[in-house]
């Protein structure tokens, strides 16, 4: 099926910031920000897909292991040099590491710049990037370090994920079929219509799938920027998923897929609680294994798993609050008694 592409941009009002969502072609991506000095910020991988950058730059390491101070010191002093002023534009092109910390960069370089970004991942595009999350990982905690600050702009063409490594196209897959489950739209059918040219990122497809997926992340924060009510239910399948990526030491399992996972571990959980409407928890098992997602973790220890969970930074009083639906489009937050916790990951 053709989709015309719906270029038109998107607006969303975040607290006291506003962003605004670009849908411009891959040769308009860099166009220059007129009359403001601005700084590029790219990382080893997302450098070479353009071939121009005669613009003033600096290329970080890249993945989660660079998401340090450092990289942020990293970019404040590229700053600097550079000359950018308190009005100066920082603009970060990549993943979701690049985008959290060009961002956090920006929030601190003179008690808050500008910043635009330029997310070149589909996690990025329709989470990372959006709704002002911005931050390091700090002594072995991820995130521990960071801001609210929304990017005044967010440029996206879904041409960039033709080289996006399979994995992490599948991670950022799991997000988006996230948002499908969490918002009554047309996105859930659209996903189960079109799952063939999804998975094989035909343009017109993504483009679609994309702007829909932005559309849910950005409502959520619009109507809870500082994650105090409805934002957290983002984080469903995250809790779960969460623990499965620290018990399996981060090898064999993606964030996405985890997430995956966790999400219908979740409504499993939901329906031994009388919460989950089991047709809906069913009609998502079957759903997310036609995408291919794993929904056993073989060899894992249950224990090991209730374990991680324990030290969830979601935590509140002291309790676990997991992310549950009733049904579709309908998400709540509950603690899970042991013994069902037990019983779904047994
Ligand atoms: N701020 C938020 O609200 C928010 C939300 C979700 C996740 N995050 C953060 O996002 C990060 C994960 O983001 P990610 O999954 O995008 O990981 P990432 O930024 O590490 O990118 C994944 C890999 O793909 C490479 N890459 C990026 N774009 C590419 C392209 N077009 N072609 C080829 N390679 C490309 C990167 O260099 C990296 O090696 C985590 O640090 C997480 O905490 C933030």
Redesign the pocket.
């Known amino acids: 099926m053709d989709y015309p592409p719906n270029k038109k941009p998107l607006h969303f009002r975040i607290g006291e910031y506003s962003t605004k969502v670009e849908f411009p072609a891959f040769e308009d991506l860099l166009a220059p920000p007129e009359g403001v000095k601005s700084l590029w910020v790219f990382?080893?991988?997302?450098a070479p897909?353009f071939s121009s950058r005669e613009k003033a730059s600096i290329i970080l390491p890249?993945?989660?292991e660079a998401?340090t101070m450092e990289s942020v010191e990293d970019i404040l002093t590229a700053g600097i040099e550079n000359g950018l002023a308190r009005d100066g534009l920082f603009i970060g092109i990549?993943?979701?590491?690049?985008?959290?910390m060009t961002a956090f960069a920006a929030s601190i370089y003179m008690r808050g710049s500008r910043v635009i970004l330029i997310p070149?991942?589909l996690?990025?595009m329709t989470?990372?990037s959006l709704?002002g999350?911005?931050g390091v990982d700090f002594r072995g905690y991820?995130?521990m370090a960071g801001t609210f600050f929304p990017a005044e702009e967010l440029r996206i063409c879904p041409d960039?994920?033709s080289?996006?490594?399979e994995r992490?196209y599948i991670?950022?897959l799991a997000?988006v079929i996230k948002h499908a489950f969490l918002v009554k739209s047309d996105l859930f059918e659209f996903l189960e219509r079109e799952r063939e040219a999804v998975l094989l990122r035909e343009p017109q497809i993504l483009g679609r799938m994309i702007r829909e997926s932005i559309k849910v992340k950005g409502d959520f924060v619009e109507r809870d920027f500082r994650e105090q009510a409805e934002r957290a239910f983002l984080n469903f399948g995250h809790t779960f998923g969460h623990a499965l990526e620290s018990v399996s030491g981060f090898a064999g399992w993606s964030?996405g897929e985890a997430v995956a996972w966790g999400m219908d571990k979740a409504l499993k959980a939901g329906v031994l609680m009388g919460e989950t409407d089991p047709d809906y928890a069913r009609k998502v098992s079957a759903f997310l294994a036609l995408y291919g997602f794993r929904l056993e973790a073989p060899g894992i220890d249950p224990e090991a798993l209730i374990n991680a969970m324990g030290k969830d930074k979601k935590k509140r009083e002291g309790k676990i609050m997991f992310v549950l639906q009733k049904e579709y489009g309908k998400t709540f937050q509950s603690e899970i008694p042991r013994d069902i916790l037990q019983k779904v990951l047994a």
Do not use: M
């Open positions: 990382d080893q991988n997302t897909l890249p993945g989660e998401k990549g993943g979701g590491v690049v985008c959290d070149t991942t996690l990025a989470d990372a709704g999350k911005t991820k995130n960039l994920l080289s996006l490594p992490d991670s950022g997000e964030h």
